[in-house]
């Protein structure tokens, strides 16, 4: 799995045009220095503000853990670097594209892994695959999807309607479908819900063979000791603010626990959740 | 922003009363009876009934109009005017559609004719409470906003083919029904009295989408509040 | 506009392959229009001369009536297991998700309008094997799909998409089925162009204007 990923990453960062049919040349030759970069960002839900003046910087290569009570805000955030939420306020950029004007290079750049699957529970592992790589229009699709297969141990359930699938091997496909077209930033919402220790050992060489590869990760995790493991860099939000940024080679997970807990009394002291 | 405009929409309301309290005189005192056929007294249904449809279309017109220019250059205070207008349209339209059954009845013996104007009105309604209920069910205000404003701009843009399809499909079906008021020459009290209440429901409409677009713009105020306040 | 093309033939294809596998969305408007049908065939006396009249209409009110249902489920299904995000997370115009969902709608429900012909048939003697009908039948069904997978895609997002979408929908497609109903009886007295001709041109005109509002609206309405 690791030696594959990163040299066709090493390539694609390389030469960018053969990474995506939509990215144009302009447009990536001012490679910027930030995987990530978000400013100001706010977001509200009618009453209910899920993110305030949220700032986060992230350099390739790297890994974010970000940390927070349920409510917090994390989905919110991994949803909006999706471009599936539009901001309220601030700037958002990723890989250097404005997400105001270029969302649509942003989304073939980035991997989600959320928690819902996103697989067609009728078709098989390899049909979901096919499809989404004629959606990303990606060549050699056949190859890709049976590497791909082989990459998250799921070759041997390739023929089998999802529907049938253990959760755990649904994630896997899940997996899959998020690097398929081998994005930029990998974004990934609560993936270690639903793996058993086979899937969760294939969770941290993924994340491990993405940073290799130049790319960058995003985990909302509620396991700490994973999330500090995996990354370089550890954000927690609460009630939609960042309440501590810091690099992981500078905490402790009691330190981080101790930080979601804090803002979690406070915040059922002021009430009203989502 | 609330307080600002306050003193013209102020005015724009009494003024609103003012002409109505003159077109009831008008409607009621000054306008001829009607002959038999067109329903003696009911007829002074129709000093109601036009100026309403009529504005009904307008309000309708504004609301697609606003939508167009929400979609494109998203300010908040086109949503605003759009949503007002649809608000006083509908209730415009419900006028048009009441009254318009009371007088057929005893004219026509009959609630209700499709003919192109009836559809119309008819359908344009049915876009409207469309266009308002679709913003209650939307999952944020937001959202509810640009679905509204797609289902305005959707209407508008059936209207040239649904009077067209009615047209033809009355051409087909019905004699045509030659509508009281639609003869050539109006004598001079009926037109004045018409005209008087076209202007006062114009004056109406103008007064009431101003007063709901403030309104609104309150509401969206106290939220914003809201919103930072509950840190 | 390669890619949109690919795009819009990815999805319909993967909708056209669920449908074949499950059949969910077909046996489930199959079997609507079949009871409409027959409902009102017990409503209505089908003597000639009622049929004559009515018959137009009682197809077209059973064909929208269906459309409805097959039109929400565009969406719908999409929406409620979660892949929506899936087609909405590509990088692809959303105007190739609409033309591919557009597709599908419109193939499952040409499907199983033909399908109805015989129903018809055996139960008001209406015969519909009119190469006049076919034309209308496809471009009012092209009409209700281009103006119903667009109100689905909002109809999908609430609570109430089964009162939603019609009361949407209604209104803006009145004109097609004023037309529809207009031009099948003509076609089935053997009017021929004549009869037929000015509510084709008109349908298909419909068609057009709503197929290029849709596909930029749709952008619109998926927005979060």
């Given at each position: 799995m690791r030696p594959g990923y990163a040299i066709i990453l090493e390539r694609a960062i390389a030469?960018?045009?053969?990474?995506?049919?939509?990215?144009?040349p302009e447009a990536l030759s001012?490679?910027?220095?930030?995987?990530i970069d978000v400013q100001g960002l706010s977001k509200s839900f009618g009453r209910m503000?899920?993110?305030?003046?949220v700032d986060l910087q992230l350099a390739y290569g790297e890994g974010l853990a970000l940390f927070g009570h349920n409510g917090a805000g994390k989905s919110t955030l991994i949803r909006t670097l999706t471009t599936l939420i539009r901001p309220d306020e601030g700037t958002v950029r990723i890989a250097g594209f404005d997400?105001?004007?270029q969302a649509s290079k942003i989304r073939s750049i980035i991997g989600y892994v959320g928690?819902?699957?996103?697989?067609?529970?009728?078709?098989t592992p390899r049909e979901n695959l096919r499809f989404y790589a004629k959606l990303y229009g990606l060549p050699d699709a056949h190859d890709l999807v049976e590497r791909s297969l082989a990459e998250v141990g799921a070759s041997t359930y390739a023929?089998?309607?999802?529907?049938?699938?253990s959760n755990g091997m649904q994630k896997r496909v899940a997996i899959a479908r998020a690097l398929l077209h081998r994005p930029r930033v990998l974004l990934l919402d609560?993936?270690?819900?639903?793996?058993?220790q086979g899937g969760l050992e294939l969770l941290d060489s993924v994340v491990a063979a993405v940073k290799q590869g130049g790319a960058s990760v995003v985990m909302a995790t509620h396991g700490t000791e994973r999330g500090l493991a995996l990354a370089e860099r550890a954000i927690v939000l609460a009630d939609g603010r960042v309440s501590l940024a810091c690099a992981?080679?500078?905490?402790t997970v009691d330190a981080i626990q101790q930080a979601v807990l804090a803002e979690r009394g406070a915040s059922s002291r002021s009430g009203a959740q989502a | 922003m609330g307080t600002a405009g306050l003193g013209i929409r102020q005015a724009l309301l009494g003024l609103a009363a003012l002409l109505f309290l003159i077109d009831l005189y008008l409607i009621f005192q000054y306008a001829p009876t009607a002959s038999e056929a067109l329903g003696?007294?009911?007829?002074?249904?129709f000093y109601f009934h036009v100026p309403s449809a009529l504005l009904g279309m307008i309000s309708f017109a504004v609301a697609a109009t606003a939508s167009v220019v929400y979609l494109t250059k998203r300010g908040r205070k086109w949503d605003r005017i759009a949503w007002a207008s649809a608000e006083v349209g509908t209730v415009f339209f419900t006028v048009a559609i009441g009254t318009g059954a009371i007088w057929a009845k005893?004219?026509?013996?009959?609630?209700?004719v499709w003919d192109v104007n009836g559809t119309l009105t008819f359908m344009l309604w049915l876009v409207f409470i469309g266009y308002l209920i679709v913003r209650s069910y939307a999952p944020t205000v937001e959202r509810g906003s640009r679905w509204a404003a797609v289902v305005a701009i959707f209407g508008a843009a059936a209207v040239p083919f649904v009077y067209m399809a009615a047209d033809w499909w009355e051409g087909l079906h019905t004699e045509r029904i030659t509508g009281?008021?639609?003869?050539?020459s109006m004598q001079s009290e009926i037109f004045v009295t018409f005209m008087f209440s076209l202007v006062t429901f114009l004056v109406l409409f103008i007064a009431l989408v101003a007063e709901r677009t403030a309104q609104r713009g309150v509401e969206e105020s106290i939220e914003e509040l809201r919103r930072e306040v509950s840190a | 506009m390669k890619s949109y093309l690919r795009s819009a033939v990815a999805v319909y294809a993967k909708d056209m392959r669920l449908e074949a596998r499950t059949k969910e969305t077909f046996s489930a408007v199959l079997a609507f229009a079949v009871i409409v049908a027959f409902v009102f065939g017990f409503a209505f006396d089908p003597s000639p001369t009622v049929v004559a009249l009515v018959g137009p209409g009682i197809v077209w009110v059973a064909y929208v009536f269906t459309g409805i249902l097959g039109m929400n489920r565009t969406f719908a299904v999409e929406r409620d297991r979660g892949t929506l995000e899936g087609l909405l997370l590509a990088?692809?115009?959303r105007e190739a998700i609409y033309a591919g969902k557009l597709a599908s709608t419109t193939t499952i429900m040409l499907v199983v309008e033909v399908l109805l012909y015989p129903v018809f048939l055996v139960l008001f003697?209406?015969?519909?094997?009119n190469i006049w009908f076919v034309l209308i039948t496809i471009a009012a069904t092209v009409g209700f799909s281009a103006v119903g997978t667009l109100f689905s895609a909002i109809a999908a997002h609430t609570r109430a998409r089964e009162i939603l979408l019609p009361l949407l929908f209604l209104p803006i497609v009145l004109p097609v089925i004023i037309g529809a109903v207009a031009s099948t009886s003509a076609a089935l007295a053997g009017d021929?162009?004549?009869?037929v001709g000015k509510w084709l041109q008109f349908i298909v005109a419909f068609d057009l204007v709503f197929l290029v509002l849709s596909s930029w609206a749709f952008d619109f309405v998926l927005e979060e």
């Open positions: 030469s960018p045009t053969t990474m995506t049919t939509n990215a144009t001012h490679a910027p220095s930030l995987a503000a899920a993110l305030r003046k997400r105001e004007s928690h819902q699957s996103l697989l067609y529970d009728d078709l023929e089998r309607r999802v529907r049938v699938l609560e993936p270690e819900t639903g793996l058993d992981t080679s500078e905490t | 003696l007294q009911v007829q002074r249904i005893p004219v026509w013996q009959t609630w209700w009281p008021g639609a003869s050539g | 990088p692809v115009g003697e209406l015969n519909l094997f021929g162009w004549d009869g």
